[in-house]
């Protein structure tokens, strides 16, 4: 594939036109702050540039490396179950109610 064109060097490419331009004797006009740069009797097609002129190219297909990024999404896709973890019984805070539901005491219990 072809690399696309960068803003660098577009800036480089017109700055060097420019600069042919004035070595040739080619004179820059004062033009008035403010004024467009497009003709205002052309139309209006969206961009001055035209993006995309060119074919789409073709592109060619590496089975190893297609192979090996089908091998690492599936594995990213796949769940791994979680480790057990071997804990030791903790006490743990146990309240006592009363026959009408309220708390009377909170007392450690040992699971």
Do not use: C
């Not at 033009?31 to 139309?43: E, F, N």
């Not at 060119?54 to 979680?82: D, F, G, N, S």
């Amino acid at each position: 594939m072809k690399k696309p064109v960068s803003k660098a060097e577009l800036r480089a490419d017109l700055e060097r036109a420019t600069e042919r331009f004035l070595r040739k004797g080619g004179q820059v006009t004062a033009v008035p702050r403010g004024t467009s740069g497009s003709d205002a009797h052309t139309p209006q097609n969206g961009l001055s540039r035209r993006l995309f002129v060119e074919p789409r190219e073709q592109r060619t297909l590496i089975p190893e490396v297609v192979a090996a990024i089908e091998k690492r999404r599936k594995a990213m896709l796949k769940r791994k179950p979680q480790p057990k973890r071997s804990r030791l019984p903790r006490p743990r805070r146990k309240t006592i109610y009363d026959d009408f539901g309220e708390p009377l005491r909170k007392v450690w219990v040992d699971d």
